[in-house]
């Protein structure tokens, strides 16, 4: 049975590597300054936003991280953003710039730009997650400032998750075992295959809570535990976000 993106980039978390080793901390907050300056540029900006393509691709080479899932999740989700700007070359004609002869038009370039931002937010977000893991991205906010009762419910919004795929999985392969000829379920298949999954997930989620109460789970995870922010934690931490800094500066001072 071939895993899902989520969970392949999930497992790839609790790798070991550079990228990995790095303070969660020095993580959240150079890609917390990598995004500032992404989405800080004007909305018709493509080429002053293309080197920034070098964080991400740096760090999932360093914490070697496989492309397919980050490439899938980020096309997964990619209609939202095309669909966010599909009205941009039709609302904005004038041209803005020649490229290669042919004149382009502010609203072509607008486009790109929303669709490239999109790109490299969600691949930076990806990749970190593939080098820290969501419970050690929870815990580390948690060390800056997180309220543990949000941790808590993003800690289990992320095994739910998880769960609510295993549910549907068992559904597909007894659809499958059932209607060998069929290839895709009907309309009142796929919606008594819904409901089922909704209510199987809460039963078995139920049971899961009811493990963790046996166990002493009392609404809040633990903290993580004190660790010295060590050198190359700051020198990660002060590189990527003097370069991502620098990038922008140095667009502004092209553009004025």
């Not at 392969?173 to 009907?186: I, N, V, W, Y």
């Not at 060590?230 to 990660?236: K, L, M, N, Q």
Request: charged residues 20%; aromatic residues 8%; glycine residues 8%.
């Amino acid at each position: 049975m071939s895993r899902s993106a989520a969970r392949e980039l999930d497992l790839q978390g609790y790798r070991d590597s550079a990228a990995h080793r790095l303070d969660p901390r020095a993580k959240l907050v150079a890609t917390a300054v990598f995004l500032v300056c992404v989405v800080s540029f004007p909305k018709r900006e493509v080429l002053g936003l293309v080197p920034y393509l070098a964080l991400p691709l740096a760090m999932g080479a360093l914490g070697r991280v496989g492309f397919r899932p980050v490439a899938r999740l980020v096309l997964a989700a990619s209609p939202f953003a095309v669909l966010a700007a599909a009205a941009n070359p039709f609302l904005d004609r004038q041209p803005a710039a020649v490229i290669l002869g042919v004149a382009v038009s502010g609203g072509v370039l607008s486009f790109a730009s929303v669709v490239l931002r999109y790109v490299l937010c969600s691949s930076a977000l990806l990749v970190v997650v593939a080098v820290t893991t969501v419970p050690g991205i929870v815990r580390a906010l948690g060390r800056l400032g997180l309220p543990r009762p949000l941790g808590a419910q993003l800690m289990m919004l992320h095994r739910y998750l998880f769960l609510l795929e295993d549910e549907g999985e068992r559904l597909s392969r007894a659809r499958a075992l059932r209607e060998p000829l069929r290839k895709r379920a009907t309309l009142g298949t796929a919606r008594r295959m819904l409901s089922s999954l909704l209510w199987r997930s809460f039963e078995r989620g139920d049971r899961v809570y009811q493990c963790m109460k046996v166990r002493g789970f009392d609404g809040s995870f633990p903290a993580l535990s004190p660790g010295a922010f060590r050198t190359s934690d700051a020198v990660f931490l002060v590189g990527v976000s003097t370069a991502c800094v620098a990038l922008r500066t140095l667009a502004l001072r092209v553009a004025s």
